[in-house]
């Protein structure tokens, strides 16, 4: 007898969808021992690695992903799901500072495992009774601290999406007509946003027709902030060519410098042009929650809608993406396609609940559980604490390489993005060389090769514009203390000193 057969795994795994305590209970807890043990403790242990780097030919040895006729044993099934775990990239790490997205919250994790298990789907009450009033809840709660005194939102499956209703809703307010009667009357339309802006505002000007060319790219400043001036002059020109500005977008908490557009100004061209104000607060609007903070997002309670991502800032598990704005019934009058085998008016109880209509999707997980779980377990000081804690140790970091030999700033933090230049002590005291930048630019990707297969921590690198490549360390992991900010120092001077 096998290992598998005396843990009771030893049988194949059946065809058969539905949980039977006889054969699936010992799997189940095998697979949430492994869960618990290697991919939460072990995987955010810092003497583990960040990842246990193969080459993808490699991997493909390693792993058995074929599918095949015959179904494979639970003890096999129990493997290959370790394997997964192995060779996955641990983004609970506290080293892992790699993307707007990290940190593995525990309360956050154990809402996900309801919400698949129950495995809902959120458009109507009739179905998701509890996550239809939760919904609710969470979403007038954040919209307290955007500072709605009236508000309607919604969940959507990302920040990409949640900034298409900005431009959707914006089109749809300007120009009703277009739900029924398409953009071909509409004539030339231009949106607004800046040259820092994430890009999914460039997908989204191409999917709702408006065309790449007509998302007018704004100025910034030495800190990566919008320019106002520049603003109003493209909207100026915009409108002196003939089109029609729709809508602007200023983004709080750009994608790699962190920055936040100055939001009030920009709400004051909006106001006087007669223009729908989006903030993309997807990576920055967490600081709303901190009252040391929220001031970076002053005027956010003007604009017509916001993106909001709890699993950004506030490390929520992903994806927790959140779209609001202060026209009520808005989104249901553009979205709206009133399916009559869903949204019947003749219901039992009050139809006003089934809110899956003003969404674009059907189908729709209960992405709220999981940030409800987190804010019902901490209470909104902890979330407040949480995020303090994260700018208190991007600006430790900032504050450690400022003056330290072989680091250069590329610019003071304003979010938890710390962005500077390595110089190994190759390049040290040579800009004025024809080659410097060309050399600089060539440190970064180096240092990112070995600290990726050493698996001693992730740190994702970038150009932008004129600058070469630098680092961008980003904190969303309030588990990150002083002691892992002298490690990330020291890693770099161990990454990078013989170059």
Not at 144 to 163: I, Q, T
Not at 242 to 270: E, I, N, R
Not at 373 to 391: C, P, R, V
Not at 429 to 443: D, E, F, I, S
Request: proline content about 4%; aromatic content about 10%.
């Amino acid at each position: 007898m096998n290992k598998g057969e005396r843990n009771g795994l030893g049988g194949a795994c059946g065809w058969r969808s539905g949980p039977d305590p006889a054969h699936h209970a010992h799997f189940l807890r095998a697979a949430l021992d492994l869960l618990v043990n290697k991919a939460v403790f072990q995987a955010t242990n810092r003497s583990s690695k960040v990842v246990e780097w193969v080459e993808p030919e490699a991997l493909k040895e390693r792993l058995d992903l074929s599918l095949k006729e015959e179904g494979v044993t639970q003890a096999d099934l129990l493997g290959h799901l370790g394997d997964v775990v192995k060779y996955s990239v641990k983004t609970g790490h506290p080293f892992f500072v790699n993307q707007l997205f990290s940190s593995l919250d525990v309360y956050g994790l154990v809402g996900q495992w309801v919400t698949d298990a129950l495995n809902p789907s959120v458009y109507t009450y009739e179905v998701a009774p509890v996550f239809t009033l939760m919904e609710i809840e969470v979403l007038s709660a954040m919209a307290g601290h955007v500072g709605y005194k009236e508000h309607d939102g919604l969940f959507a499956p990302g920040g990409s999406m949640s900034n298409m209703y900005g431009m959707l809703l914006a089109r749809y307010h300007r120009f009703p007509e277009v739900k029924q009667r398409g953009t071909s009357s509409l004539g030339l339309l231009v949106a607004f946003t800046s040259i820092d802006a994430h890009y999914s505002l460039v997908k989204s000007a191409m999917t709702l027709g408006l065309g790449a060319d007509n998302l007018v790219l704004v100025d910034v400043d030495h800190a990566g902030r919008m320019s106002v001036q520049h603003l109003k002059e493209c909207i100026t020109k915009a409108r002196k060519e003939g089109a029609t500005p729709f809508m602007v977008c200023a983004t709080a908490g750009t994608t790699v410098l962190g920055a936040y557009d100055p939001v009030d100004a920009v709400a004051d061209v909006c106001q006087a042009e007669g223009i729908w104000l989006h903030v993309d607060a997807a990576w920055g609007g967490g600081a709303l929650l901190s009252p040391r903070h929220s001031h970076k997002l002053k005027g956010i309670h003007r604009a017509d809608s916001v993106t909001w991502n709890p699993h950004k800032l506030l490390a929520c598990p992903q994806q927790c993406s959140v779209f609001l704005t202060r026209h009520v019934g808005l989104l249901k009058d553009c979205n709206s396609a009133s399916a009559a085998y869903l949204f019947q008016k003749d219901k039992f109880y009050d139809t006003t609940y089934d809110t899956g209509d003003k969404h674009l999707q059907c189908g729709r997980r209960a992405d709220v559980l999981k940030f409800w779980t987190m804010w019902k377990a901490k209470g909104t000081k902890g979330l407040e604490q949480h995020i303090d804690q994260l700018f208190e140790m991007s600006q430790l970091f900032a504050d450690k390489i400022r003056t330290r030999q072989g680091f250069r700033l590329v610019m003071e933090p304003e979010c938890t993005n710390v962005c500077f230049w390595y110089e190994p002590t190759s390049l040290r005291g040579k800009r004025r060389h024809p080659q410097y930048k060309q050399l600089l630019n060539a440190v970064a990707p180096r240092i990112k090769e070995r600290m990726v297969k050493s698996g001693s921590m992730m740190v994702t690198y970038q150009p932008l514009r004129e600058r070469p490549n630098f680092f961008r360390l980003v904190l969303q992991n309030s588990q990150v203390d002083q002691s892992d900010v002298d490690y990330f120092v020291h890693q770099f001077e161990e990454l990078g000193k013989d170059l």
